[in-house]
């Protein structure tokens, strides 16, 4: 027999429906902005001649190889723009999920962010007329997705979750 007593054993808390909802479309909000960087990346090709030409009527004297460097700059860069969102706000979700009230509140400004790079790269993936179409409803359907899976983060019934591990630490802390 044993003087010390074993650790309780905690209870997995299961997250509210809000939150497994939001869970949801935050994993769809991924997948659509994969799928932006791997279409714009495969087309990059056709990217490449339409964005040399924007550029090189901007400076019109400027050297070709710089024109191309240029423009895989602003593509490329555009691409990992989404990539690097995307993978910020995972990795977000993934810490909100071990219930950290202060990533839900980090992910508020990321949001934000998201809707910038949205529209950078919107400029510079996005072909112009219908070759444009998928990109486009990828890059709306990413953002509108990202966006109500925050609003669900925000729900009472979420909120209460995430602050029942900080209450029942405090509980816990307390002495008999």
């Known amino acids: 027999m044993s003087l010390s007593v074993p650790p309780p054993i905690t209870s997995a808390i299961v997250p509210p429906g809000t939150a497994r909802l939001s869970r949801s479309l935050w994993v769809a909000s991924f997948v659509a902005g994969i799928a932006v960087v791997v279409f714009g990346f495969l087309g ?3 990217h490449f ?3 040399k030409g924007v550029i090189g009527g901007m400076v019109p004297d400027g050297d070709a190889q710089a024109v191309e460097g240029s423009t895989a700059v602003v593509f490329l860069g555009s691409l990992a723009m989404i990539a690097l969102v995307v993978a910020m706000e995972a990795v977000l979700l993934m810490v909100l999920f071990k219930r950290r009230v ?6 508020a400004p990321l949001v934000l962010l998201h809707a ?3 529209v950078i790269t919107a400029d510079f993936v996005v072909a112009p007329g219908a070759d444009g179409v998928l990109p486009t409803v990828l890059l709306a359907s990413q953002f509108i997705l990202a966006a109500a899976g925050l609003i669900l983060l925000f729900f009472p019934s979420t909120t209460v979750w995430l602050l029942s591990e900080k209450f029942s630490e405090r509980l816990s802390e307390r002495p008999a």
């Not at 202060?102 to 992910?107: F, M, P, V």
């Open 49 to 51: 001649e339409r964005l």
């Open 102 to 107: 202060w990533a839900r509140w980090t992910l």
């Open 44 to 46: 990059r090709d056709a």
């Open 116 to 118: 910038v790079v949205t």
